[in-house]
């Protein structure tokens, strides 16, 4: 192994595990906002409140995405520590985050035109600023799934670059 190649490694070594370290404590974040937060703040809303059911729904599924989101994370780490990250190996789990980003933003761009139209057809709710901001949320929720597209494809572009290498070599 080159030299260049082991400053690159011991830096990934390095940042593993403080990553796998902050990965953990947000998924269990996640799981305690999820089991105690969200159906404390939702459940026992205003009584007469539209949204408290959707809007629980709505973040304790967006959560579970983060999750899956984590774990593939988690497992992509497992790979790049092995120097393994070029293999087909890790398109399943950066497929699964593509998927799972997508369905974040399907959920998001559903509760958010609720939203937008219940806020729009409600005379005494007619204020354009809570709308503007679910649509801006939702364009850059759609920046974030389009670039985890365009990294996808930078992956198989060097994972079939890696391969034609090695049967090079």
């Not at 370290?21 to 969200?38: H, W």
């Not at 408290?52 to 709505?58: K, Q």
């Not at 774990?71 to 985050?97: G, K, N, Y």
């Amino acid at each position: 192994m080159s030299t260049v190649n082991q400053g690159r490694v011991s830096t990934v070594s390095r940042v593993v595990m403080p990553l796998r370290v902050l990965l953990v404590l947000v998924f269990l974040g996640l799981l305690i906002a999820q089991i105690m937060s969200f159906p404390g703040e939702f459940i026992h809303s205003a009584e007469g409140d539209p949204w408290r059911w959707p809007m629980l729904i709505f973040w304790e599924l967006e959560a579970l995405c983060v999750q899956v989101v984590i774990v593939c994370t988690w497992r992509l780490l497992t790979l790049v520590r092995r120097d393994r990250i070029f293999t087909a190996a890790s398109m399943r789990w950066v497929d699964a985050i593509a998927w799972t980003f997508l369905a974040a933003w399907v959920l998001l761009v559903a509760m958010a035109g609720s939203m937008v139209l219940y806020i729009y057809f409600t005379p005494e709710l007619r204020d354009p600023g809570p709308a503007a901001v679910l649509i801006g949320v939702t364009l850059l929720a759609a920046v974030f799934v389009l670039l985890i597209v365009v990294l996808r494809d930078l992956l198989r572009q060097a994972t079939t670059l890696r391969e034609d290498l090695e049967g090079v070599i």
